[in-house]
């Protein structure tokens, strides 16, 4: 037998539902009905990318779309400024200010986990079980790559991994890196080396009962054990990567004491080196969005510090990786020995006639101080130049026309220098070349567009006589 919420018809098992009234008591009634209340959508901005960009009309974009400033807490903000609520019927991740990497669409509640994490710029942190990504690109905003603040984003199922990846790309952040270990893998390598570990863990998903009916059709008690005995093994080895004085933070997205308060209490139990600074319990009707539970932990000892932090050695690397050239800080060094998806932005890939630009290249928040860099490439053919950047208003219709994959009209008079410090960036040599001086103003016109909209950026596009040839990736193109 199955319970229903009628207003959506949601069917919840009845095993299910036997635990929740025993768990809830006279809070079940309004679990039950807030079960039948559509789910609301968040999203959360990438403060970074704001920073680089401080033109973007935000203030007339938040009015436009409507969005709602998220719900605080009483006595404590556990949600920060860049969160919001969307609240009209905009097809919010289908727009060009997402392909830019301004904001990222998360569950309202899962968002409540990071900013307990007590982050600093210079942390070193991992995400053991990142994938999306949601929680990672979070705790990438609070980390600066200047204070060394680097993040292992580590995915065990590979093409969970490729996802978080492209996620990663996206935002455009130069101080993480992505793996695909097992937490018995990268304790090896890592022990007692994370200040700050996240494991948002594996779970019977409980909480996605109101937006997914696969969720209530997979669900079963033996799942709830099979999570239960995973999420120990992942937790044993995440706190051996837990340096002294750093912060674990545990979540899941489900309801069952088993995964939650329980293994609170098995870590305490089994761990008296660390110490509990407190759980919290959202559903589905004490909070904004599908529910969460976190509990946080510190482990003894002294915490990192901001002057264990040399920055003065902090320098930017070349590593060649899957047929790319990624350009990270050397803070991330640490992670080569490990299985990488990425690390740091690819600035060079592969292609069929040789090296060229890569589509990361285009969405990293640093670029504008990449000039020398762009100089002085590890591969010295990259053919076509990069010279030019092109902005674009949201409103006009060739944004939409680019991010389709099509090809685009442009003036001559609508292109600026790509750098302002070095307007012939193309890896050949930090000097012009005299011979290419002397070719023809017509000629010299050619080369590589960074198309942007109000000011973000989406990607390149080959300019010549007065055309765009699209160059945004075939695999995340808008269809029409």
């Known amino acids: ?74 006595s404590r903000e556990y949600l920060c400024d860049e969160e919001y609520l969307q609240s009209i019927g905009v097809q919010i991740g289908h727009d060009a200010y997402h392909e830019a990497g301004l904001y990222y669409i998360q569950d309202p509640s899962a968002m409540s986990v990071v900013p307990y994490m007590e982050l600093r710029p ?87 009962f109101r937006k997914n009916p696969e969720a209530i059709a997979d669900w079963s008690l033996e799942k709830v054990s099979q999570c239960a005995v995973l999420q120990r093994e992942i ?28 293994m609170r209490n098995r870590i305490l139990e089994k761990h008296p080196e660390l110490s509990f600074l407190g759980d919290k319990h959202l559903y589905f009707h004490n909070s904004v969005g599908e529910g969460q539970y976190f509990a946080l932990f510190r482990k003894e000892g002294r915490d990192l510090r901001k002057e264990d932090v040399d920055t ?31 690390i740091g932005i690819a600035v060079l890939e592969e292609g069929k006639k040789g090296w060229e630009w890569s589509h990361s290249l285009s969405h990293a928040i640093d670029l504008p101080k990449w000039g020398e860099a762009l100089t002085k490439l590890p591969e010295k053919s990259v053919e076509i130049k990069l010279l030019y950047r092109l902005s674009l208003a949201k409103e006009d219709r060739r944004v939409e026309a ?30 012009s070349d005299k ?12 080369g590589l567009a960074l198309c942007t909209c109000d000011g973000l950026p989406l990607g390149f596009g080959y300019y010549r006589n007065g055309r765009l040839r699209n160059l945004y990736p075939k695999g995340i193109r808008f269809k029409k």
């Not at 320098?315 to 299985?339: D, I, R, T």
């Open 1 to 74: 037998m199955k319970e229903n919420c009628q207003e959506n018809h949601i069917s919840l098992p009845e095993e299910f539902c036997k635990r929740m009234k025993i768990r809830l008591g006279q809070d079940w009634e309004a679990f039950l009905e807030a079960c039948s209340m559509p789910p609301k959508r968040g999203l959360r901005l990438n403060l970074q990318k704001l920073e680089a960009n401080p033109d973007f009309p935000l203030e007339d974009w938040k009015e436009n779309w409507k969005l709602e400033k998220l719900i605080k807490e009483s």
């Open 122 to 208: 210079f942390d070193r942190c991992l995400d053991l079980c990142a994938s999306p990504g949601g929680k990672s690109l979070q705790i990438a905003d609070r980390l600066k790559t200047e204070e060394g603040g680097i993040l292992l984003s580590n995915e065990f199922i590979m093409e969970r991994a490729k996802n978080l990846s492209k996620n990663v790309e996206r935002m455009g952040y130069s101080h993480v890196a992505v793996s695909s270990c097992s937490a018995e893998e990268l304790e090896e390598q890592f022990p007692e080396f994370f200040s700050r570990i996240l494991v948002d863990a594996p779970c019977s998903g409980e909480g996605m």
């Open 235 to 262: 937790l044993d080895h995440a706190i051996g990567m837990l340096r002294e004085g750093g912060l674990l933070a545990y979540s899941t997205c489900t309801f069952s004491e088993e995964e939650n308060e329980g």
């Open 312 to 342: 003065s050695k902090l320098s930017m690397l070349w590593e060649k990786k899957a047929k790319k050239y990624f350009y990270y800080p050397s803070s991330l060094k640490v992670f080569l020995s490990l299985p990488l998806l990425r």
């Open 402 to 431: 680019y991010l389709n994959g099509q090809e685009i009209a442009v003036e001559k008079e609508e292109l600026r220098d790509f750098l302002i410090a070095d307007r012939k960036v193309n890896g050949n040599s930090e000097k």
């Open 435 to 446: 011979k290419s001086d002397k070719k023809s103003d017509k000629e010299s016109d050619k």
